[in-house]
């Protein structure tokens, strides 16, 4: 597609409920990344991908917080048994592979899936 | 430590004049780059400008322009002749080299810049 789309827009659920949060990158990216903003905040990195694998999981806050990439392409974000501190918006961006030869491209953005934890 | 810091959490701008967003950054990496993005109230992330480490010369598109200070770490944003709509929070980024062999981007806390017509 034209660019990375992430759905839902919103999402409100309940403390406890589980959530699936999906991102479709742009065609052709092989790198991948989920970032979280909360309020007022900067972000914070999550995960990546490059292709299906996550070499990189450093950032997921706890075992409560999953993702995969299927076909090199849509990434689900998975949070079980939700908290409070959960609320936040979840940022999805890909980017051309890791080959330097592309360093100048940034990351492009998807708008992002605001989770509100009630 | 901090990787990337922006010390101005907010700033006000009279529209049409210049104003410098600062970031200093720090890293062991020799190869890296340094990206700015800018962040409206409706929430995307806009590329601005990016720096690489081994540029010669200060990068620049359009009215944005990049200061880069190398042996300073600093790579502070300049907006000549702001405009009301560059109101927005402002992110610099640096794209290093993570302990896992990928690269991934660490962001700072960002700027909130105003312009007061």
């Known amino acids: 597609g034209a660019g990375v789309s992430q759905s839902p827009s919103n999402k409100v659920t309940e403390k406890g409920k589980d959530v699936e949060l999906r991102c479709d990158p742009i065609?052709?990216?092989?790198?991948l990344y989920w970032y979280r903003q909360s309020l007022g905040q900067g972000l914070e990195f999550l995960i990546y991908?490059?292709?299906?694998?996550?070499?990189?999981k450093s950032g997921l806050p706890s075992d409560r917080f999953s993702a995969e990439r299927t076909g090199g392409s849509v990434s689900t974000l998975t949070i079980q048994r939700t908290q409070q501190e959960d609320s936040a918006v979840y940022l999805c961006?890909?980017?051309?592979?890791?080959?330097?030869?592309?360093?100048?491209?940034?990351?492009?953005f998807g708008s992002g899936t605001r989770l509100t934890v009630v | 430590a901090q990787k990337i810091t922006q010390t101005q959490p907010g700033m006000f701008v009279q529209e049409k004049e210049a104003v410098t967003l600062d970031c200093t950054y720090d890293t062991s990496d020799p190869s890296y780059g340094l990206f700015w993005y800018k962040q409206p109230s409706s929430g995307e992330m806009i590329f601005l400008i990016y720096?690489?480490?081994?540029?010669?010369q200060n990068a620049t598109e359009g009215r944005y322009s990049l200061n880069f200070q190398k042996a300073r770490k600093s790579a502070n944003l300049v907006i000549s002749a702001s405009q009301l709509g560059d109101s927005a929070m402002y992110f610099c980024a640096m794209r290093e080299l993570s302990n896992f062999g990928n690269e991934k981007l660490t962001f700072g806390t960002g700027t909130r810049l105003t312009i007061i017509p």
């Open positions: 720096q690489g480490s081994y540029d010669q």
């Open positions: 065609s052709g990216h092989t790198a």
């Open positions: 991908f490059q292709g299906n694998s996550a070499p990189d």
């Open positions: 961006a890909s980017s051309h592979n890791i080959n330097r030869e592309f360093a100048s491209y940034g990351y492009t």
